[in-house]
Structure formats: C-alpha cells, structure tokens
C-alpha cells in the first residue's frame, strides 16, 4: 500500500500502529546521536574524498552546486581537500574551481551562512515542540494514574461493603478487561481519526460528509425544480 496524503490510501489500516509501523519500515527512525557518530566517520574518511571526486568532476569543480550535494560541505574543509587532490594531480584543474569568482564564492557564502541559520531556528523550534509533546504526555500519564487509583478505591470499598464471592469476583475482573480492551480500541481510534484529520488539513481538501453531500444535492434539487 502507498500513502498518497489522501483519506482512501488508509482505509487497509486498522489501527493507527499499524500506519505507524508501515511508515517506520519506509522511514526508519533515525536518532540525532547516529547522525553525528556517522557524520564523525565520514567527515575526513576515504570514503568522503572518494565523493567529493565524484561531485567535482560531475560538475567541472563547481562548488555552488557541489555544496548542494554534499550533506557534509564545509567550504574551508573542501577546499583544502581539493587542493591537495590538485597538487597530486587526480583531478583536472577546472576554471570553475582554480578561476572562481570573488562575487560568485561571496553568495554562496552566504547562503550557507543564511541556510545554516534556519537549520538552527527549526532546529531551536523542533527542541521545544518535543519538550511541549513530552509536557503533555507526563500530565496525561498522572492524570490517568489519579483516575484510576480512583476507580481501584472505589472498587475495593464496593467488594468490602458487598463481599462477593469467588464467582462474583471472577465476572467483575472479566467485565474489567473487557472495559480496559474497549478503552484501548477507543484511544486508538481516536488518535487514528486525529491523525487523519491532521493530514487532511495539511495536505489535502476536507471532503464533505455525507451528510453534507446529501443536503447540498437535496437543495440542488430543489432549484431545479424551482426553474422547471
């Protein structure tokens, strides 16, 4: 099944862990703690340079389009790397890199500097949507352990007042379950149907109900009629 953002492409999943774990197998998550233990191995490796070969010779030693393509660009890093590759001959000096332009090496500067900005701002913004989340949660966690430390006092006055018996008790702790799974079912459809909406109102056009269908048809037919 592809998702498309669209409401129809759901519609094989029951469960909102269920897309979660069919986007998980697309979309691994990826800690920010791998990032920088890979970004320490590649950064300076053979592997780095063997890249940083290919992208130069791909673009005849252009590095605004090389610093498009290369996630590890740091310009005085690169540079250096391309000089000595200069110096031992294994790349062709071409006029793009050895016969830049002062104005040309002056934007780009600053669009690193600029793009290297923004990356902090959202960087600052996605920190503090993560600890509103975890907010959340930790009040959401304590206020359902308060409820049911409420429910399990109540029901421990109810048994000493009423003394069920075995059998009694056995029913009640069914009837319990059976509660708990049915919550359970609940929460996850709830979340599924917010997350739905979530994607409906940012990628894609609410559809109407059919409901709403049914009464826009309705007066339809009722103008037409009208004309007649």
Known sequence: M????DEQSFEGFASYEEVEKYWRTIFPKISTKQIDEYLER??????????????????????????????AYDEERVVAIYRALLEKEEIPAFPA?????ARK?????KRIQAEAKEAE???????AKKNKNKRKKENKKRQNEEENGEEEEGENEAEEVEGEGDEDEANGAAGSLAALQAAIQNKNRANFGSMLSNLEAKYGKKKPSSGKKAAQNGKN????????
């Open 2 to 5: 592809v998702l498309t953002g």
């Open 42 to 71: 590649y950064i300076g490796s053979e592997e780095e340079v063997a890249d940083l070969k290919a992208l130069y010779g791909r673009f005849e030693g252009d590095l605004s389009r090389i610093y498009e393509y290369h996630y």
């Open 97 to 101: 890199f050895v016969d830049e332009p």
């Open 105 to 109: 090496k002056a934007r780009r500067l």
């Open 121 to 127: 701002e959202e960087k600052a913004k996605m920190a």
């Open 221 to 228: 037919g009722n103008k037409k009629r009208r004309n007649k």
